[in-house]
């Protein structure tokens, strides 16, 4: 496993991170029991990873506290990344409807401390704003309210994840003027490069950090959905639509031949194209099992693409239709 800066914080993390969201909610086709989801996180840190990312709202709380109690005896070895923002108290999780966001000091205090008592720990190495709007992005307090749990020890580097669906370029250009910003998370592969090219350039400008996720683009480039996969309405990945995903197995087969130059599989060139991006910090597959855990971790080897092949995949990129983007909104 190789490691990398995150931005301008002075900590390390592993290239493949682990995304502990999947441990809390059956949104992605399997629901994990809490002895298998220890394996996992037990399996990841074996493996090398140190990076785990999870969010107070996953599972109300549910991945936070599998996560403290999995990683309880290696806690100064591993760096925890956790989120808040949603007020997720007495509401149901239901699909992609979104909660009330809150971001508020009175709020955000409460969350870090819930957070915190979750994960069985005096600070997190990471704390992030999930999903803010540009309305949080340009609040002042928002980001004075971060910097006093830094001051205070609770934390050490910021980030703010951008989402939920793929988009908020505005989110992420503004966010990376802010000083107190350590890294930026984005939905990002080489299938979906908008915006993801754009806040890399930036990031690496600013001495930011990306933390990268769905590089699988929702299953299709590790061929766990193809042409006939029915998906689950309960499913996350129901949002990707019958002729969107025809669309980008065809672009799969155009990338095909550059794989296969290199003697790689579409994965792990997709995984090999964003460690080539030099902002990118750690990318965050979404698994479900330890053989999942395993193959992402392997990617992580040191190689990396020719800059012929990196511009060939920039050409077939920008021959293929734009795609929508969410756009900034008020809060």
């Known amino acids: 496993m190789k490691y990398r800066e995150l931005g301008h914080s002075g900590i390390k993390v ?12 059956d949104w992605w086709g399997k629901k994990i029991e809490e002895d298998e989801a220890i394996r996992m996180i037990k399996k ?39 989120k808040y923002g949603y007020d997720f108290g007495g509401v149901d999780q239901v699909g992609h409807s979104e909660l009330p966001q809150s971001f508020g000091r009175e709020f955000t205090m409460r969350a870090l401390a819930a957070s915190l008592e979750r994960l069985g720990t005096d600070h997190v190495d990471v704390y992030g704003l999930h999903n803010p709007k540009i309305s949080h992005i340009h609040n002042d307090s928002v980001f ?71 590089p699988d683009a929702s299953g299709i480039l590790t ?11 309960k499913d996350h990945r129901s949002v990707r639509k019958g002729e969107w995903i025809r669309a980008s197995l065809a672009k799969v087969e155009q990338l095909r031949p550059i794989a296969e130059s290199n003697g790689l599989r579409i994965d792990e060139l997709a995984i090999k194209f964003l460690l080539s991006k030099s902002a990118v910090s750690s990318v965050i597959p979404t698994v479900v099992s330890t053989d999942e855990i395993e ?22 990129y920008s021959s293929w239709p734009p795609y929508d983007l969410k756009k900034s909104v008020a809060a």
């Open 14 to 25: 592993s290239e493949i991170g682990f995304g502990a969201w999947t441990i809390a909610l």
């Open 44 to 82: 990841a840190y074996d493996l090398g990873i140190n990076f785990f990312e999870t969010a107070d709202m996953y599972g109300k709380g549910k991945s936070e506290t599998i996560l403290g109690k999995a990683l309880a005896g290696v806690r100064d070895d591993v760096v925890i990344s956790t």
């Open 144 to 214: 004075a309210t971060l910097a006093e749990i830094v001051a205070g020890g609770r934390t050490s580097a910021c980030q703010v994840a951008l989402g939920p669906a793929i988009g908020w370029t505005r989110e992420g250009l503004d966010a990376m003027e802010r000083p107190e910003v350590s890294a930026v998370q984005t939905v990002y592969n080489i299938l979906e490069q908008t915006p993801g090219n754009e806040l890399a350039e930036r990031a690496a400008e600013r001495n930011v950090g990306v933390l990268v996720r769905v």
């Open 223 to 233: 061929g766990k959905v193809g042409a006939h996969t029915k998906i689950d309405e």
């Open 295 to 316: 193959s992402f971790a392997s990617m992580s080897d040191g190689r990396t693409l020719s800059d012929s092949d990196t511009a060939e995949i920039a050409r077939l």
